[in-house]
């Protein structure tokens, strides 16, 4: 069975960086798919972030685009989100996911971390 | 920004109506590569994680009970329930990739009587 796992720290300052993991197991993040950062806002809106392919090409969201990187770790089968100059509005419980490139819907979510900006 | 509406943020029913829940967009969702909308709907039980349910618009994700329904074109997309069932308690959001960004639904909300 695929698995997705966050980790991270629950609590971050404002204006600093917010740094997830995601750690898969079951499959790896470079045979296939797009491994994706997905956020849910308090309200339950949620707001998708980007990717990172099975290839190492990323998509992000263009709302987020100055903000955000996400890079992997190919030997410890993770990939990473950091998002900069995070403010109050960025609290949120963060999911990553598996997203079909051919398939072309998430399959497989991790259980999702909670983060909060606060002073 | 493809945005995605959903009207209905919440459905009490009992056990073996039929719901519909819809999902509007404000563009056309349909894709050109394969001539089929790119709209998904999701499901999501309380203490689980989302799960596919209907994949282009229509088709029934691996497992699925043949109850649920999608259909729609366009900008117009529902999901139908034939006969709730106890287990249908979830949240049900759609989910546009046409377009990046990738966009969803404000979900509606399911419980039973």
């Known amino acids: 069975d695929v698995q997705l796992q966050e980790s991270g720290p629950g609590l971050v300052k404002p204006s600093q960086s917010l740094s997830l993991t995601c750690t898969v197991t079951g499959y790896s993040i470079t045979s296939d798919y797009a491994w994706n950062w997905i956020r849910q806002f308090p309200g339950n809106t949620l707001e998708w972030m980007g990717y990172?392919?099975?290839?190492?090409?990323?998509s992000y969201n263009p709302s987020l685009k100055s903000r955000i990187s996400i890079t992997r770790d190919t030997s410890k089968n993770q990939f990473f989100l950091q998002l900069n100059s995070v403010t109050t509005e960025d609290t949120a419980t963060y999911y990553c996911?598996?997203?079909?490139?051919?398939?072309?819907?998430?399959?497989?979510w991790g259980a999702g971390t909670t983060v909060t900006v606060s002073s | 920004e493809i945005v995605l509406t959903q009207s209905i943020p919440s459905l009490t029913v009992s056990a073996g109506e039929r719901v519909t829940i819809s999902c509007k967009s404000n563009q056309n969702l349909l894709w050109s590569g394969n001539q089929r909308y790119c709209l998904v709907w999701h499901q999501w039980k309380p203490g689980q994680t989302p799960t596919p349910l209907i994949t282009w618009t229509s088709d029934r994700y691996s497992g699925v009970p043949d109850r649920f329904i999608g259909s729609g074109s366009v900008t117009d997309f529902t999901l139908t329930i034939s006969s709730v069932q106890a287990e249908d308690v979830a949240v049900y959001f759609c989910q546009q990739h046409l377009h990046i960004p990738f966009t969803f639904g404000s979900g509606t909300k399911l419980e039973i009587k």
């Open positions: 996911a598996r997203w079909g490139l051919r398939r072309r819907y998430f399959d497989v």
């Open positions: 990172i392919s099975y290839s190492g090409s990323t």
